[in-house]
């Protein structure tokens, strides 16, 4: 491959990974709203003007506008160019890891690859939405779980699924029973059953190996980011969406996740 045509896979995978990121904040903002996706065009929520295409230009029109709309000086949340800007990044990584575009004597795994885009993106959607209303759309599990499914092909012998199939099956298992126990004690639900979903797929994606290291970020990290949260907020009884945490976990373990297995199976000599 030469440079002419890496740098061009660059180039294309920064626009394309900032124009979806930039579609990304439709979906947070309409799906859990029961709004179409397509119709109304664009438009600032405060003065309903119609947002013209040079205003809608990812990141740059922000920069540009100085975080306000044109019309009637609102201001537009950070959030926006912060999403089409990790969006971005994490495409990026992806091009990283599981091509050879950027690192030449990196294996290509263009399955992997391009189920990776996906599951970028829509795990970026999960952790607002969730963060937003608690709630995590089913439509957005489907194409994970799409995701998840397609990528069996990556790897389609006897033990690679049935990792991935003990890791669906064990994530549902483990998170089922912890919310029946905490319901028991407590007489409500602790684990909403979307998280219970996500998990799963979360296993199927990775495997058991991948998924238990993914998951075990999400609790160190859940845990303290809760608890600086309670020394400087001091709140008590409130609750937070556990796939805010997850969907990182999840990611983390997608990027580092076989790297770190690797090194902790020969450290225990092989399993």
């Known amino acids: 491959m030469n440079i002419i045509?890496?740098?061009?896979?660059?180039?294309?995978?920064?626009?394309?990974?900032?124009?979806?990121g930039s579609f990304l904040n439709v979906v947070i903002y309409r799906l859990p709203n029961n709004m179409s996706?397509?119709?109304?065009?664009?438009?600032?929520?405060?003065?309903n003007h119609k947002i013209k295409w040079y205003d809608n230009?990812?990141?740059?029109?922000?920069?540009?506008?100085?975080?306000?709309?044109?019309?009637?000086?609102?201001?537009?949340?950070?959030?926006?160019?912060?999403?089409?800007?990790?969006?971005?990044?994490?495409?990026?990584?992806?091009?990283?890891?599981?091509?050879?575009?950027?690192?030449?004597?990196?294996?290509?795994?263009?399955?992997?690859?391009?189920?990776?885009?996906?599951?970028?993106?829509?795990?970026?959607?999960i952790f607002c939405i969730d963060l937003d209303h608690m709630v995590i759309p089913d439509v957005l599990q489907g194409v994970f779980l799409v995701a998840a499914l397609v990528l069996l092909l990556d790897k389609p012998?006897?033990?690679h699924i049935l990792l991935k199939l003990i890791g669906f099956g064990a994530m549902f298992l483990l998170f089922y029973i912890v919310n029946t126990c905490y319901k028991l004690i407590k007489h409500r639900d602790g684990i909403g059953f979307g998280?219970?979903?996500?998990?799963?797929?979360?296993g199927l994606?990775?495997?058991?190996?991948?998924?238990?290291?993914?998951?075990?970020?999400?609790?160190?990290?859940?845990?303290?980011?809760?608890i600086l949260i309670g020394l400087i907020k001091k709140e008590k009884g409130r609750e937070y969406p556990f796939a805010t945490f997850l969907t990182g976990g999840i990611l983390i373990a997608m990027f580092t996740g076989e790297y770190v297995i690797n090194w902790y199976s020969k450290l225990l000599g092989g399993f």
Do not use: Q
Request: with cysteine; aromatic share 10%.
């Open 157 to 159: 012998d006897f033990k």
């Open 205 to 226: 994606y990775l495997g058991i190996y991948e998924m238990l290291y993914g998951l075990l970020i999400a609790c160190i990290s859940g845990a303290i980011i809760l």
């Open 57 to 125: 230009i990812p990141v740059l029109s922000y920069i540009i506008l100085r975080g306000k709309c044109r019309y009637c000086k609102e201001k537009i949340s950070f959030r926006y160019p912060a999403i089409e800007l990790i969006n971005m990044t994490l495409w990026f990584i992806c091009l990283i890891c599981f091509t050879n575009v950027i690192v030449p004597t990196m294996a290509v795994n263009w399955i992997k690859f391009g189920t990776s885009l996906i599951t970028c993106s829509a795990l970026i959607c």
């Open 37 to 47: 996706l397509s119709k109304p065009a664009s438009h600032c929520p405060k003065c």
């Open 195 to 202: 998280d219970v979903i996500l998990a799963s797929l979360g």
């Open 5 to 20: 045509i890496r740098v061009a896979i660059i180039v294309l995978t920064i626009m394309v990974g900032l124009a979806v």
